[in-house]
């Protein structure tokens, strides 16, 4: 099957062709300053398998979700990189960010008061639910697989139960924009409001592509790797 992008595609084109890539270069410890570098030569510089990267990048560009014949192929190591990375900007960057922004949008006037309490408690409702899908992963489900990869299964336990644990924040971010689109109480454009808003249009794309990976590429490489051992101890 013939992919977007290619070894030989230039970084520089593989982020203009998809600005929104850019964030998932970064989750593979790739910083800009690429010059005419390809993906192969970016890989191989700071020491990421070209393969899952490739996999990942032509994995949300064209959106399929299916891996075909590269499961095989797919560091899982290098995927879990990727997904932590993730937890890091979103937990310790961008939803901070993004919460004092939205502080800052709504003016201190008695007159909002109640609305700004109602807002941030949203927010921070949205926050703990990204939080506690984070920490399942953490303590859970990561450290299940790098057990699998060393040769130990834990039989009480299946990739599957992760999609029973992976917490749905569309709600949340939903009720929150419903929030600023159409109950926000002040008639007069608010700039620093639109930024927020936008800034979370973005961060809910973000978090899909995020929760995408998890689900539709992550999970498939991990089930093949159990399916190995559980063939293995019937055999």
């Not at 929150?176 to 409001?193: A, S, T």
């Not at 973005?202 to 998890?214: I, R, T």
Request: charged share 25%.
């Amino acid at each position: 099957m013939l992919h977007k992008f290619t070894a030989r595609t230039r970084m520089f084109d593989l982020i203009n062709e998809d600005a929104s890539l850019l964030s998932s270069v970064s989750r593979f410890g790739i910083s800009l300053g690429l010059g005419e570098k390809t993906v192969q030569e970016a890989c191989n510089l700071n020491k990421i398998d070209c393969t899952t990267f490739l996999a990942v990048m032509n994995f949300l560009a064209e959106e399929n979700v299916h891996l075909n014949d590269l499961v095989e192929n797919i560091s899982v190591e290098t995927v879990i990189g990727y997904l932590k990375n993730a937890h890091v900007y979103f937990l310790s960057y961008k939803l901070p960010i993004i919460r004092e922004k939205l502080n800052d949008a709504v003016l201190e006037d008695e007159q909002l008061h109640s609305y700004k309490v109602v807002l941030l408690k949203f927010y921070d409702e949205f926050v703990a639910e990204v939080t506690k899908h984070i920490e399942y992963e953490e303590g859970m489900v990561f450290p299940y697989v790098i057990n699998l990869l060393n040769g130990s299964r834990n039989p009480n336990y299946r990739i599957a139960d992760f999609e029973d644990h992976h917490t749905d924040v569309d709600s949340k971010i939903a009720e929150l924009k419903n929030i600023l689109i159409k109950y926000h109480p002040v008639d007069e454009v608010n700039y620093k409001l639109n930024d927020v808003l936008l800034e979370l249009l973005w961060c809910e794309k973000d978090l899909a592509s995020h929760n995408m990976v998890e689900d539709f590429f992550f999970v498939p490489v991990v089930e093949l790797i159990e399916n190995k051992h559980i063939n293995a101890a019937k055999g």
